[in-house]
């Protein structure tokens, strides 16, 4: 349940509210069955997820630091064939497709798949330059800002990790790569949030 709470999390302002459903809740730590009221067996609500745990624990740490983040629309999953470009003479029109992980939250989510997902915000220098050129608050390049784009990779990771679960099956090809990406994702992650 915990690592599909966190697939939720959008800002940290909602840190504090999920701590305190989390206190409220108890998640089912076991694989056993349980029984519903009409008798049906079935299996426990969620998985449990150690590297999401340990991401939420990552969160409560720098919640500081994500606090800061300034708000605003993020599709996070921001790459060539999810951008339709349209040029009508010499006017371009851009359109974002595939929004199905689209939030309200720090805007350093975005640049998650742009160039190399696996690369550091640090070194991102296109992308960078290229949105800063053009946006009136530009993403600085900071230890903050390193904190909040490694935990947008360990959520993408955590989503990587859980959505295999209701979009394949292990003999299909998206179950692996997902395993495989989510693996690398936390790695990057946790590599700068355990150091800070």
């Not at 983040?69 to 993020?74: D, F, I, L, N, R």
């Not at 990406?181 to 590599?191: E, I, N, P």
Request: positive net charge.
């Amino acid at each position: 349940m915990l690592d599909t709470i966190l697939t939720g999390v959008v800002s940290s302002r909602c840190f504090i509210l999920l701590s305190k459903f989390l206190q409220a809740v108890k998640i089912p730590r076991d694989s056993s069955r349980r029984e519903t009221p009409q008798g049906v067996r079935t299996a426990p609500f969620g998985r449990r997820s150690k590297r999401g745990e340990r991401l939420f624990e990552y969160a409560q740490k720098y919640k500081s630091v994500i606090e800061k983040a300034e708000c605003t629309m993020v599709n996070y999953d921001l790459w060539d064939p999810n951008v339709i470009c349209v040029t009508d003479k010499d006017n371009t029109e851009f359109c974002w497709i595939d929004p199905e992980r689209s939030f309200w939250g720090d805007k350093i989510f975005d640049f998650i798949c742009m160039q190399n997902p696996l690369f550091s915000v640090k070194a991102k220098k296109e992308s960078l330059k290229i949105y800063n050129s053009v946006t009136d608050v530009p993403v600085e390049e900071n230890r903050d800002t390193e904190i909040r784009y490694a935990f947008a990779q360990g959520l993408m990771g955590l989503i990587m990790e859980i959505e295999k679960y209701y979009r394949y099956t292990p003999h299909h090809f998206g179950w692996w790569r997902n395993i495989a990406t989510g693996a690398v994702m936390y790695k990057c992650a946790f590599r700068v949030l355990k150091n800070g």
